[in-house]
């Protein structure tokens, strides 16, 4: 089983900055892809950024020059830095990680964690 699990989110003024953080953990053979979505209150979960096991980075049009995500191969980690918030940014945060597990036996994963709430707001 692989766990993933974010920190970091908070409220935060417009204009302002949060730092995301997201870790898997368990029986990991490898991770192809990670990346963070989010879901607004009424709102279809979204994509915010991913970025793949070769570095490869796609982000949303609404995010676009505000928000970088980058990562730590070694630990597994992937961290969503996200500049000039704008209320619209306000969301849960969740992080998905996709790749292969080790046991059982090596097969497929695809976890999500249980989110992180941002709020930017005056």
């Known amino acids: 089983q692989v766990r993933v699990v974010e920190s970091g989110g908070g409220l935060v003024q417009p204009g302002g900055s949060l730092r995301l953080s997201c870790a898997a953990s368990?029986?990991?053979?490898?991770?192809?892809?990670m990346g963070w979505y989010r879901q607004a209150p009424g709102k279809q979960r979204e994509l915010v950024a991913t970025?793949?096991?070769?570095?490869?980075?796609n982000y949303t049009d609404a995010v676009k020059g505000r928000v970088t995500i980058s990562r730590d191969t070694a630990k597994n980690t992937v961290y969503l830095q996200m500049n000039s918030l704008k209320p619209e940014d306000t969301a849960v945060y969740y992080c998905?990680?996709?790749?292969?597990?080790?046991?059982?036996?090596?097969?497929?994963?695809?976890?999500w964690g249980q989110g992180t709430q941002v709020t930017v707001s005056s």
């Open positions: 368990g029986s990991i053979f490898r991770i192809d892809r």
């Open positions: 970025i793949t096991s070769g570095g490869n980075e």
């Open positions: 998905n990680s996709v790749g292969m597990k080790a046991t059982p036996y090596i097969s497929w994963f695809d976890s």
